[in-house]
């Protein structure tokens, strides 16, 4: 089993990422991406998955923190790609639902952050909240697609999916598939390609039921792959065995360990 978004290295989990990671191993989680959310973050995310085989990580800058983002940043990140545990940037996209960042902030760090996916040669890892249109366009005009990735954390309608779907790109499931009101997410989880899904905690957010309210973990994400697998009628193997592939060709792993 995988967990394809996780943020172990937050201070949600100090003191207790050797455990965390064992409780995961436990639960038959082999595989981890680590994302950073800012440049400290990114740091953060590559120095656990420097220590652990089977941690990988993603670098960027989160929508969220765009306005506070400067060249130097961006440079000192483009560093980091370099990292042979570095299989990803992201998390980045647009979040029009919070608006932490002004809008124009954020269209601008996402380009940048594309551009450098480009010359590092790596996947996306992309947040979208209520700004599908801005960022499908964004997308478009910096041939972002060309790039593959995965829209986390998907909560869109099967139209928007299908959008996502024919540009190549995954859609990762979180705890939230686990809630009584995904109704549309459902549809989606029933209707996707197979060889296009995967799954993730975003932990420490988005706990699954029956720990929702409660701090996510990696070991919880057996119950995302568990639920998918009864939406789609299929056993939980089939689901582990699909989003494992998955995971590996997208983010090419192993690529070390």
Do not use: C
């Given at each position: 089993?995988?967990?394809?978004?996780?943020?172990?290295h937050f201070d949600d989990f100090k003191g207790e990422i050797p455990q965390v990671i064992e409780r995961a191993r436990q639960a038959g989680v082999e595989t981890i991406i680590n994302v950073g959310t800012d440049l400290e973050s990114s740091r953060q995310a590559l120095e656990i998955g420097r220590n652990?085989?089977?941690?990988?990580?993603?670098?960027?800058?989160?929508?969220?923190?765009?306005a506070k983002v400067t060249r130097e940043d961006l440079a000192a990140l483009k560093l980091l790609a370099?990292?042979?545990?570095?299989?990803?940037?992201?998390?980045?996209?647009?979040?029009?639902?919070?608006?932490?960042?002004?809008?124009?902030?954020?269209?601008?760090?996402?380009?940048?952050?594309?551009?450098?996916?480009?010359?590092?040669?790596l996947p996306l890892i992309i947040h979208c909240r209520d700004a599908f249109q801005d960022c499908f366009a964004i997308m478009d005009e910096e041939e972002g697609w060309k790039r593959g990735g995965v829209f986390h954390c998907f909560?869109?309608?099967?139209?928007?999916?299908?959008?996502?779907?024919?540009k190549?790109?995954?859609?990762?499931?979180?705890?939230i598939l686990t809630f009584k009101k995904s109704g549309n997410l459902r549809e989606v989880a029933e209707k996707a390609p197979l060889e296009k899904i995967l799954v993730e905690t975003d932990c420490p957010y988005l706990a699954p039921e029956p720990h929702r309210g409660k701090r996510n973990e990696p070991a919880y994400v057996q119950l995302v792959a568990q639920r998918l697998a009864e939406i789609r009628g299929v056993s939980l193997s089939v689901i582990d065995e699909a989003v494992t592939r998955n995971l590996g060709e997208l983010f090419r792993?192993?690529?070390?360990?």
């Open positions: 089993m995988i967990d394809s978004h996780a943020h172990i652990y085989s089977g941690i990988y990580v993603a670098i960027g800058f989160h929508p969220h923190e765009a370099a990292d042979q545990k570095v299989v990803a940037i992201g998390e980045i996209g647009l979040d029009y639902y919070y608006e932490h960042s002004p809008r124009e902030a954020q269209l601008r760090i996402l380009r940048e952050q594309v551009g450098l996916a480009h010359e590092a040669a909560t869109g309608d099967w139209g928007i999916a299908q959008k996502i779907l024919k190549g790109f995954y859609l990762s499931f979180s705890g792993i192993p690529k070390v360990d």
